[in-house]
């Protein structure tokens, strides 16, 4: 999604910006613009709906020229595909700004820009950052510290580059869990959502990190930490080799996709929610028409995508009130299958390669079904291709072996879909705006289980030497107690199990003893009660319980029982945010074990083969 392009040079810096934009149109966007500082001072403004390509074209016409600017692909959040939306943003003749991400609390910032009389001429977040910043500079604020009150002011998850026509000798960049990275040259330095996007002008880099602050001159870069004290960032070189460069300051490439996914939810709502409300034509020119006529559901996928789908079918039940089964796609091809009338097929991949899904999709072609769906993370691939719907989850590129993002953006996706089918059957406007709310908070409330990890790196020490562990959910937290279980056994090779809390009674009660570590994930829901019982039954039989709990629940630490206290998420999401703390855990565990976390053995990215 949306790719950012800053620069500040001794020369023309608008070619430098159009072809990093050029090399980040892989992101997806739908509108494109540069803002350019000339040399009186004015800020040159383009923009344009459609490719850079088309922004081109236009600067070829009225050429813009200037030694500081800023570039932005933009792909629809708050407010249709428009030219007044694209970015760059300005306010008044002297601020400009570009931003990847969601400010979630932007309305009531908005209202208070109104009402001291800014007009806003967006239907964008991104506008209350330009004259937000405006407002503190004209107070005598320098731009650093302006830009650090504003993100103060911000909630969700974002990037922010912002420039001052009174102050053409700067770019000053916030960093709010959307990457940004510094390109450092000589006598010039650029800034960029990607690497690619400055290869041509730089191999040297500058990750910066959660909540940085950075001011990027021609001559030197300075970096302020969330503290807002100076802080120095390694530099990192690299030769054109891609993977590297991808993999930025992060020890593994699962480690930095852990730390992304705030970013790749934030991306996944993309022209996915717009005032409140679900865009369900994000699907597709044939959506309205499937959606109306949907009775049934049939989700079929392979390892992390199928919990994933297991999830969904407790939120498509219960929110939209449509009868769902799920099921492992090699187990559907070889065996006969029963389609009830107006049935919807939903595929969930994120390669769009996987071999059984792909079959069965195929398969379901000639069964009966009213239409197909897939939900995927490759743009080319098979499954998009062949199915009539389409929801793209934009988790960007996942190189380890072990899902992560591409696993909560699926769940976003699958929520997405469930509340473009409860519309179509009664959901009323004020349920639909309170579900929509939870899912844009989703991606700051993720944010804050990152901000876990130290914590799971200490508690990970009492796993890495065991060789079993269970994991207990109920309801929609039962599949994510078998992926947490599934990302530890596949990373650190601990045998890992996971079942339905209720089912201990029924066999797994066997197993369990004090050298048994027992995980369970305990949102404050309406199962609460009965969870507690059910640990309570684990705890009696000498049983280690490691329990994910909302501190709502009153639940605390005592001999036999470890508390692990999460931030608050409203009940639609838990699913989602309580799987992060799952995979650092797993992360920690097989980082201390040893083991190739990114590249585990007998495992593929992608199985392409039955």
């Known amino acids: 999604m949306c790719g950012i392009v800053g620069a500040v ?66 792909w629809a959040t708050h407010g ?82 912002v420039v001052d026509a009174e102050d053409p000798e700067r770019i000053v960049v916030s960093r709010v869990a959307s990457p940004l990275v510094i390109g450092l040259g000589l006598g010039e330095n650029f800034v960029a959502s990607g690497v690619p996007a400055l290869l041509p002008v730089t191999q040297r880099f500058i990750y910066l990190e959660q909540d940085d602050l950075a001011e990027i001159r021609r001559d030197r870069v300075r970096i302020y930490n969330a503290d807002r004290r100076l802080v120095e960032r390694e530099v990192h070189e690299t030769q054109w080799d891609s993977e590297a460069a991808e993999k930025g300051p992060y020890r593994h490439f699962m480690l930095k996709e ?50 994933a789908g297991c999830v969904g079918k407790y939120w498509l039940e219960s929110i939209a009130g449509v009868p769902c089964q799920v099921e492992i796609a090699s187990e559907y091809r070889y065996r006969k299958t029963v389609v ?23 398969l379901a072609k000639e069964a009966g079904y009213i239409g197909s769906l897939t939900i995927c993370n490759s743009a080319h691939s098979s499954m998009v291709r062949e199915s009539d719907l389409v929801m793209m989850t934009q988790a960007g590129p996942e190189i380890g072996v072990a899902s992560t993002k591409a696993f909560t953006t699926q769940l976003l996706s699958v929520l997405l879909v469930t509340l473009m089918l409860a519309r179509h059957r009664g959901l009323d406007d004020a349920r639909e705006e309170e579900f929509v709310r939870a899912l844009i908070h989703t991606v700051s409330t993720t944010e804050k289980a990152l901000a876990m990890n130290e914590q799971l790196k200490e508690l990970a020490e009492d796993f890495a030497e065991k060789h079993h562990t269970l994991f207990l959910g109920r309801g929609p937290m039962w599949p994510i107690a078998m992926e947490g279980a599934l990302k530890l056994k596949e990373i650190s090779y601990i045998h890992a199990e996971a079942y339905a809390a209720g089912e201990l009674k029924h066999g797994p009660l066997a197993l369990i003893d004090e050298d048994m570590p027992v995980v369970v994930v305990a949102p404050n829901n309406d199962l609460l009660d009965k969870l507690k019982s059910n640990m309570q039954v684990v705890r009696a039989r000498g049983g280690q319980l490691y329990v994910f709990a909302d501190k709502d629940t009153g639940l605390e630490s005592e001999e036999g029982i470890k508390v692990v206290e999460m931030p608050h998420a409203d009940r639609l999401v838990a699913p989602i945010v309580y799987t992060v703390p799952l995979q650092l855990l797993s992360y920690h565990v097989a980082v201390l074990k040893g083991t190739d976390v990114d590249q585990p053995r007998n495992l593929a990215k992608s199985v392409t083969v039955e």
């Open 258 to 307: 852990i730390f992304e996914q705030p970013s790749a939810l934030a991306n996944t709502l993309h022209g996915r929610v717009d005032n409140n409300r679900v865009v369900p034509e994000s699907l597709g020119p044939r959506s309205a028409e499937l959606l109306a006529a949907i009775e049934h559901i049939h989700i079929v996928a392979c390892g992390t995508s199928y919990h």
């Open 9 to 74: 040079a001794e020369r023309n810096i608008v070619p430098i910006l159009v072809e990093g934009l050029r090399r980040l149109e892989y992101r997806g966007y739908d509108s494109a613009g540069v803002a350019v500082i000339d040399a009186e001072r004015n800020i040159g403004l383009c923009r344009t709906v459609g490719k850079v390509a088309e922004l081109e074209q236009k600067l070829e016409a009225a050429p813009q020229n200037g030694r500081i600017g800023v570039a932005h692909t933009r």
């Open 80 to 161: 249709g595909v428009t030219e007044a939306n694209a970015h760059p943003h300005l306010s008044g003749t002297r601020i400009a700004v570009i931003h990847n991400g969601i400010i979630e609390n932007f309305q009531e910032i908005k209202d208070e820009l109104i009402a001291k009389g800014y007009e806003f001429k967006s239907e964008t977040d991104t506008e209350v950052a330009a004259h937000l910043v405006h407002d503190f500079v004209k107070d005598g604020l320098d731009l650093v510290d302006a830009v650090g009150k504003a993100v103060e002011r911000f909630e969700g998850a974002y990037a922010l580059l």
């Open 340 to 362: 009830p009338p107006n049935t919807l097929f939903v595929t969930l991949s994120q390669s769009g390669e996987t071999a059984d899904t792909l079959e069965a999709l195929r």
